[in-house]
């Protein structure tokens, strides 16, 4: 089967949605964390597949700048993990379920 | 002569200066200083009243009004603030400084227990300060102020005693009757504005005399009926007159300065000082002549059957004023102006004599309670009687002039309305006598207490008294009927400010018996009051009687036309308009933004989970709306 642009549309778009589903539906930080990791590689790789279609390289520079950021925010993202681990001994978000009144 | 009318304003100065000083400062001062100061300033202006008075007299030429300042500039209406200064003012100057001088003088003595007496003191001063300004004024505008002025302050006064409540809801009827009437001067003021383009009266009299053709005759009708309204809230004429018996509530003295010198001869001196515009409006002069009988026979009989002393002084002050209203109405505005003369001296000498009872009866104002004072108090007495012969209308007083020129005037121009004159005249005789005999005459009927405490009254209350009772005989001179004398000098005095509309000339002859039946009637009256109170015995009253003591149930019957009904329908209002209407309006808006708050903060859960589920349903639906709008 012959792998055309198309696909790479649906692929990231299937891992941009479960990226979401997971958001959405774990209560695990960590894998919280790791879908909204997935979301952007998502995006990246439909920004690569749009570089490739339109032929026009200016997407792929986008790419690098996510990836930094995306890298900048594992680090802190990870170290609030952490602390929050100390604190409360667990990484369920339910347990922070204290932002009502 | 000095120039003395360039200096007029410093005569309603002064009261200013006194109010001011006394007003900010009454808490601390002294009360005889208080009372110092006050009657300085009013002193003060009598004496410039008195050079601007015979400048007057001299002049050949009318003086221009002096203009102070600009008060009111638009376009092309420009009202100065002017005072006007001709032989009218200079005439009601010369009344209220003088009259409300003694009457200052008096309230020294008079008042001097009272802990409010500086600030009595100061709205005093104030009230003869607006009335100044009402009769200086040389444009409708500035009148107007001091006008209003004269209400506020006439509500101070009344109700000075403010913690009696029957006091306070007297002032409060003066205040709202007065303003009745001040809606009907400030339409007519607006007419004039709008058809005559000016306010002032000269150059309103001008326009008025130069081309008849400017407006229709209705139009000056409607402009003469509103001033008259005006008028009858002021100077208490039907149908507004109540407010003045009630009026009784404040301090003696403020009753003689209300209703002698000041307030309630501003509706005299505003139509005598509009002649020129009433004498093109007969209809209106006939309507005036016609109220001011009315009301000077209704309040007469309602004054013969009044027990408390001061009622019966004031529904003679209504009385009275129905007669300067009735010589309104047949055009002889001189002849007004006099009766407004000589009522000052004898209705202000009446009045400090009744506070003088008062004062010696320790409040007592029921004259059933009274009797045989005139052994107590000499002076009080005999002045007393002065002021009941001037008032009555016998030969020799003040009032005996003024009445009769004006029910000459009267017969002249109607024998009908003669006659009813001459009744009223007649009931106040009676009444005045009957007061005089049930006061001073007879044995005493108050307690053995008050009997002891009966003194005659200090000498800055009978020195008023005297000066007021020797103005009362010789204040009629001025103004002789023609058959006596050649020289009629108010008339003359007031002939370039005033002119009267038709001309009133009675043969000789029948001027004199007119003057003879007046004169036997108030003597029989007089004797008939005496034969009558000789033994009085106070039974209740029954029948017409107990009407006329009952005020003709007018109270009543306003209070079930007019007042009732406002009341219930703002009770209505209240109930439906004000509670289900607009509260219901502002209400339900807070009501429904806090229901819909409390409905959109349950979207504010606190869990973020949430939060994001919404967000990406939004981009969802975003997203979804945008694929199917754009194509």
Not at chain 2, 138 to 143: C, Q, R
Not at chain 2, 189 to 215: K, R, Y
Not at chain 2, 279 to 291: G, K, M, Q
Not at chain 2, 301 to 306: N, R
């Amino acid at each position: 089967m012959q792998v055309n642009s198309t696909h790479y549309l649906f692929l990231s778009l299937l891992l941009f949605s479960i990226g979401i589903m997971g958001a959405l539906m774990r209560r695990n930080a960590i894998i919280i964390f790791m879908c909204i990791e997935l979301m952007l590689n998502a995006v990246n790789l439909l920004l690569v597949a749009f570089s490739k279609i339109y032929g026009d390289s200016d997407a792929q520079l986008f790419v690098f700048f996510i990836m930094v950021v995306a890298a900048a925010e594992v680090a802190v993202g990870l170290a609030i993990i952490v602390m929050m681990y100390r604190k409360v001994h667990s990484v369920d978000i339910n347990i922070l379920n204290r932002l009502k009144h | 002569m000095g120039n003395f009318s360039q200096l007029v304003y410093l005569v309603p100065l002064f009261p200013l200066i006194g109010f001011l000083i006394n007003g900010i400062f009454w808490k601390r001062m002294p009360k005889n200083l208080g009372g110092i100061i006050g009657c300085v300033a009013i002193l003060a202006s009598f004496c410039v009243s008195l050079g601007i008075f015979f400048e007057v007299k001299n002049a050949t030429a009318p003086i221009p009004p002096v203009v102070l300042f600009d008060f009111i500039q638009s376009g092309k209406l420009n009202i100065p603030f002017a005072f006007q200064v001709d032989a009218l003012s200079s005439l009601f100057l010369l009344i209220i400084t003088g009259v409300g001088f003694l009457i200052h003088v008096y309230s020294t003595s008079y008042m001097h227990h009272d802990e409010g007496m500086v600030k009595y003191f100061a709205y005093l001063n104030l009230f003869v300060f607006s009335m100044l300004l009402l009769v200086l004024g040389a444009n409708y505008l500035i009148m107007f102020i001091g006008w209003e002025g004269v209400g506020l302050c006439s509500y101070l006064l009344i109700g000075f005693w403010f913690k009696n409540r029957d006091y306070t809801n007297a002032a409060k009827k003066a205040f709202v009757m007065n303003r009745i009437g001040d809606l009907g001067f400030l339409v007519g003021m607006l007419l004039i504005l709008l058809n005559f383009g000016t306010l002032s009266f000269n150059e309103f009299f001008t326009q008025l005399h130069g081309g008849q053709a400017i407006v229709s005759n209705s139009t000056y009708n409607w402009i003469a009926l509103c001033l008259f309204i005006g008028a009858t809230g002021k100077s208490a004429q039907i149908p507004l007159y109540t407010w003045l018996p009630d009026a009784m509530a404040g301090p003696t003295p403020v009753s003689a300065l209300i209703h002698a010198a000041t307030m309630v001869t501003a509706g005299i001196y505003m139509i005598a000082r509009s002649g020129a515009l009433y004498s093109l409006a007969p209809v209106i002069l006939h309507v005036v002549a016609v109220i001011g009988l009315a009301t000077a026979i209704i309040a007469a009989t309602i004054a013969i059957k009044q027990y408390d002393i001061k009622k019966v002084l004031a529904y003679s002050t209504v009385s009275q004023l129905g007669f300067m209203f009735l010589a309104l109405g047949v055009g002889s505005y001189t002849t007004a102006v006099f009766h407004v003369m000589t009522h000052a001296f004898f209705k202000a000498l009446l009045f400090l004599g009744s506070g003088s009872v008062i004062h010696a009866m320790g409040g007592e104002q029921d004259i059933r309670k009274m009797g045989g004072l005139g052994k107590h108090m000499r002076i009080t007495q005999a002045t007393f009687l002065i002021g009941c012969l001037a008032i009555s209308g016998i030969p020799g007083f003040a009032g005996f002039f003024s009445k009769d020129a004006i029910l000459a005037d009267t017969f002249a121009h109607s024998p009908i309305l003669y006659y009813l004159g001459i009744g009223a005249a007649m009931m106040t005789a009676f009444y005045m006598f009957r007061l005089y005999f049930l006061t001073f005459r007879g044995s005493f009927r108050g307690t053995e207490e008050q009997h002891h405490h009966l003194h005659e009254s200090p000498a800055a209350m009978t020195i008023p008294l005297v000066i007021l009772a020797i103005l009362s005989v010789i204040g009629g001179y001025v103004g002789l009927p023609e058959v006596m004398s050649e020289h009629n000098a108010i008339a003359s005095f007031l002939s370039p400010a005033v002119t009267n509309f038709g001309d009133h000339h009675l043969a000789p002859n029948t001027e004199w018996t007119l003057m003879a039946i007046s004169s036997a009637s108030a003597v029989i009256m007089i004797f008939v009051a005496y034969s009558i109170n000789r033994k009085p015995n106070f039974v209740p009253n029954t029948g017409l009687a107990k009407v006329l003591e009952n005020k003709w149930y007018v109270d009543e019957i306003y209070d079930a036309i007019v007042v009732r009904p406002i009341e219930a329908l703002s009770n209505l209002l209240d109930k439906y308009a004000e509670r289900r209407g607009i509260d219901g309006l502002v209400n339900g808006v807070g009501k429904t933004v806090r229901w819909g708050g409390d409905r959109l903060r349950l979207l504010q859960s606190g869990q973020v989970g949430f939060y994001i589920f919404i967000m990406v349903m939004g981009i969802v639906v975003l997203f979804g709306l945008s694929f199917f709008w754009i194509k």
